[in-house]
């Protein structure tokens, strides 16, 4: 089910307050937020009407959070290559949706972004579901682009293609349950996919941890359980389960 809403602070806190009242499986959708909440305490830049802002209402989880962000991650790729089949999407671990232009193949701009988020009901700490939010840069121009104050892009800018926000909000929600259902029944499967997508392997990065340490090194898997294994330059392998990439 499709919950339609017009401004809000943001869908994930929205999804969260409401989480009682809302259904399984349902997507919240806003035209526009005004506190839109990106990773790390960073704001999301919401303006109406071009974009999509929503939470995917995951209750009684079967999976830990980060399988929520490789649900997401391919569902949000399987929609936009959908829309737009011709140009150059990959995950960036852990939860971007990047593109590469056709006309400037070393680039790498930010196309859409995921924040999953816990629910746990007030009377004890147990969580019982999974709030997992999705921005995605639609039909925005090249004047809010710039606004951004990162690489970043849409898919209008990159393709000319204007979206259907209903439609892309529909065939969001049947990708999102669809691989719901494989987190589900056939986790390997995911995973395996949602490693095949993620275009940091045999990369270079640098990573700022959540402590501030700085690790660089060679992306040389990622392991079953969301973390990014690195081969240090001082010859050591690191499992990262999260951090900041500061270069890739
Ligand atoms: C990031 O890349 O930092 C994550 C961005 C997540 C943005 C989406 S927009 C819909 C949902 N509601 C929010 O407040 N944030 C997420």
């Known amino acids: 089910m499709i919950i339609k809403l017009n401004k809000i602070d943001s869908t994930n806190r929205y999804a969260l307050r409401e989480f009682a009242n809302v259904a399984n499986d349902s997507l919240i959708v806003a035209d526009a937020q005004d506190a839109g909440r990106g990773r790390r305490g960073k704001s999301w830049f919401s303006p109406p009407g071009v974009n999509m802002y929503a939470s995917y209402i995951i209750k009684e989880p079967l999976f830990p959070i980060y399988v929520s962000l490789w649900i997401c991650g391919l569902a949000v790729l399987k929609t936009l290559r959908d829309t737009a089949p011709n140009i150059d999407l990959w995950l960036k671990w852990p939860n971007d949706i ?93 995973f395996a996919e949602w490693r095949h997508e993620n275009r940091l392997l045999n990369r270079n990065v640098t990573v700022r941890q959540d402590h501030g340490l700085i690790i660089e090194g060679e992306v040389v898997n990622f392991s079953r359980s969301g973390e990014m294994i690195i081969f240090t330059k001082d010859g050591t392998f690191q499992n990262i389960m999260s951090g900041e990439l500061e270069s890739f």
């Open 98 to 190: 990047y593109c590469t232009p056709q006309h400037n193949p070393l680039a790498k701009l930010k196309m859409a972004g995921l924040l999953a988020e816990t629910f746990s009901p007030l009377s004890s700490n147990k969580i019982t579901g999974i709030v997992a939010g999705m921005g995605i840069n639609l039909n925005m121009q090249k004047e809010d682009i710039e606004k951004i104050n990162r690489p970043a892009t849409s898919l209008f800018y990159e393709t000319g293609i204007k979206t259907d926000l209903a439609n892309f909000a529909e065939n969001l929600l049947r990708n999102l349950f669809f691989y719901r259902n494989s987190a589900e029944t056939k986790e390997e499967e995911l």
